[in-house]
């Protein structure tokens, strides 16, 4: 089993007149790891994966393994129909990847025993490695520090993309050992690291992603003084980032550097004008 640490990019899916712009999928993740970036998330929340058909997502998925090596690109896998989801993972898992990333089941809002047995039945039928998604401000339900700990037993289950917000259960499962902890929240990069955590899966690393793998290195070897210098200077681009619905705030300043274009697909709408400003201000 792989160990999922340092700094994922949680992957837009870039769009030219209503349809997915492959050129520019490819060029932005060879961009990423060129950056040095450990891997790529496609297909995700940034990635706007909801408003994609599963066709579409497996042809995002395609693409991006044209591009770059598997072991570099993490699948999402989200739904709340589970026989359908389970025929997606089939799909999925005939691409040499590195893993998925499963959230909760979205509005129905199930027990913790019905989400062991979701999570329980996903990580069974996998032939990858397993992230759990903890993010409970989308899906209505949060991922108990019990419930955790017994999905951790599973030998599929090895990681969490923790936007669970809550301080105590990040520390116990980084002092448990058993799942490698990522941060989905950017600005609790630098002290989810600091705390142990192996890394983060971040939207807003798209954007001078090489400040943000120095971050995480010097960390890493105990160079925490160079490592909040650099935190403090990436700090307003990750607000900025999310001052708006994400990933609107992002694909704008993908745009302003010229590797994507600034389109969504609805109900996302574009950055306003206010936004645009500021986002030109940072980067400029």
Partial sequence: MPVFSGIWVALVTPFNDGAIDFPA????????????????????????????????????????????????????????????????QREVQRRPIAGVLVPAPYYIRPSQEGLLAWF???????????????????TGVRLELATLRQLARHPRIVAIKDCGGNPETTLALIADGELDVLTGEDGQIFTTLCMGGRGAIAASAHIRPRQFVEMAECIDKGELEAARAIFQKIQ????????EPNPAPVKSLLAMQGLIRDELRLPMQPSSEALLQRLRNELA
């Fill in 236 to 243: 307003a681009l990750i607000r900025l980032a999310f001052a």
């Fill in 120 to 138: 329980g039945a996903i990580a069974d039928a996998s032939s990858v490695p397993v992230i759990l998604y903890d993010i409970p401000y989308r």
């Fill in 25 to 88: 999928l490819r060029r932005l993740a060879r961009h990423l790891l060129d950056e040095g970036v450990a891997g790529l998330v496609a297909c995700g929340t940034t990635g706007e994966a909801a408003a994609l058909s599963k066709d579409e997502q497996l042809a995002v998925l395609d693409a991006l393994l044209e591009e770059i090596p598997g072991d570099r690109l993490v699948m999402g896998l989200a739904g709340n129909h589970l026989a359908e989801l389970l025929a997606f």
